[in-house]
């Protein structure tokens, strides 16, 4: 299973599809962070900035509201018009109290229920406006934000110290509160985002699933070339394909007409050959027949490869089993009338990747050379290789006898070409070695078995046309 799950993320880093979207995605991703981060911070900035001028505001207003009487006392009502500083522990607060002697007295808002420390000056001090500012821990636990100055308040220079302290916890709630929500709103607009790229970039790229399923039509011999309308960036690449399969289909062309050409030019030389060699009759004329009758055969059989060779890589053919089978049976009946061929072929599609020529090819050798060592009976079978319940791209054809069979040790000597086991038959020794080198060309399975009728069965495995 890890190794699995190894193989499907590779596949997945390699698609073109994951990686846009991977990387469209981390950018949004990367982006939204950073705008979140600015916009948290510019907010802040603004409510700090705006918290500040409050406070010093209350404090130019609680100056205002502060006297001093004929008698040395502090009076005033300050009227801030806030009332978070008449309601008791609320975080908001201020306070008068005398600095300079003969000033006597203390004011503070009703909110005020306890008196709140202050730093000393030489760790808090004043600067050119005559004030400071510093936070400072509340009667109710908040942080406050503390605005203080010194004023004098008459012309006996007697001064008093003000101070307008604010809630701080309260802009930090509303800070945090701020933040979150711009986080919520920021990452259902990314989601939403980041969904709509990848379905423009999947929508953007199937263009390229209609290619890859055009290239597997021509590569199953549905279809003979690219066919449809592509988008200006991807129409010159369907053009250059197109053009790769018709000169892979001229080159198949050309070398199935050299291969005639070449069959031509040998046939009547050799047939000269065979014609003067039965006319002589003597040891000397059958050695030419011999002879010629084996160059005639290797020839055939080197055509055969080449012509293969030319179109494996090219586009695929699909030729249909069963009536191949078929056929053969009905040919194979009229010859020997002598013999019983049974053929048993499923009704499923069976499609053999490659040319008919071949199969009939492979399947007539088999059944020749079945019906020549039999002594009754021929049995043929096809059917599709089943592996956990479902088809495979293969199918197994199988030609047995009840002929006098090759031992186990044998089979393998019997493949070679021009090897005979047994001279008093016909033949030149060529049938099965064709069969097996056809068989590698298309990258099947040849396998010489005992068959249950006494004889040799032959089992062959090809690719089904997808």
Request: hydrophobic share 40%.
């Amino acid at each position: 299973m890890p190794q699995t799950g190894s193989i499907r993320l590779q596949s997945a880093f390699r698609s073109l599809a994951f990686r846009v979207i991977a990387f469209s995605t981390i950018w949004a991703i990367l982006a939204l962070v950073v705008i979140t981060t600015v916009i948290a911070a510019l907010y802040r900035q603004a409510s700090e900035r705006g918290f500040e001028s409050l406070l010093s505001a209350h404090l130019f207003n609680l100056i205002g509201s502060v006297g001093v009487s004929p008698t040395g006392q502090l009076t005033g009502s300050p009227d801030l018009g806030d009332l978070r500083f008449s309601i008791p522990g609320s975080g908001w607060y201020y306070s008068v109290e005398p600095v300079s002697p003969g000033l006597k007295g203390e004011i503070r808002s009703t909110s005020m229920l306890e008196k709140v420390a202050s730093p000393p000056l030489a760790q808090v001090p004043f600067n050119s406006a005559f004030q400071r500012s510093y936070q400072a821990s509340g009667p109710q636990g908040q942080k406050l934000q503390v605005l203080e100055s010194e004023f004098v308040l008459d012309p006996q220079n007697r001064a008093a110290r003000f101070r307008v302290m604010g809630n701080r916890s309260e802009l930090e709630a509303e800070i945090s509160g701020f933040e979150g929500r711009l986080l919520g709103y920021l990452a259902l607009f990314g989601a939403g985002m980041i969904a709509i790229n990848a379905v423009a970039i999947l929508f953007g790229l199937r263009p390229l699933g209609r290619v890859r399923a055009a290239l597997a039509q021509v590569r199953e011999g549905t279809a003979r070339r690219l066919d449809g309308s592509f988008p200006t960036v991807i129409e010159p690449l369907a053009n250059e394909t197109n053009a790769l399969i018709e000169n892979n289909r001229r080159i198949v062309e050309r070398s199935r007409t050299q291969v005639g050409n070449l069959a031509h030019s040998l046939k009547t030389p050799l047939a000269v050959l065979l014609n003067e060699g039965r006319a002589m009759g003597d040891s000397r004329g059958r050695m030419i027949v011999d002879q010629a009758s084996a160059m005639q055969h290797q020839v055939e059989h080197y055509l055969q490869r080449a012509r293969v060779a030319a179109q494996r890589d090219s586009v695929v053919f699909r030729t249909p089993v069963k009536p191949v089978l078929e056929r053969l049976v009905r040919v194979m009946a009229k010859v020997n009338p002598d013999k019983v061929i049974t053929l048993s072929a499923r009704d499923e599609p069976m499609i053999f990747a490659g040319e008919r020529e071949d199969l009939e090819e492979i399947a007539g050798n088999l059944l020749e050379n079945a019906m020549k060592w039999s002594r009754k009976s021929v049995a043929i079978s096809a059917s599709l290789i089943e592996s956990a319940g479902t088809a495979a791209h293969r199918f197994q054809m199988s030609i047995e006898d009840d002929g006098p069979g090759i031992p186990e040790a044998q089979t393998r000597e019997a493949l070679q070409r021009g090897k005979r086991l047994d001279e008093t038959k016909p033949g030149s020794g060529l049938g099965l070695a064709i069969v097996a080198d056809l068989v590698k060309e298309y990258d099947g399975v040849l396998r010489l078995e005992q068959s249950p009728l006494g004889g040799l069965r032959a089992n062959v495995q090809l690719k089904c046309a997808e």
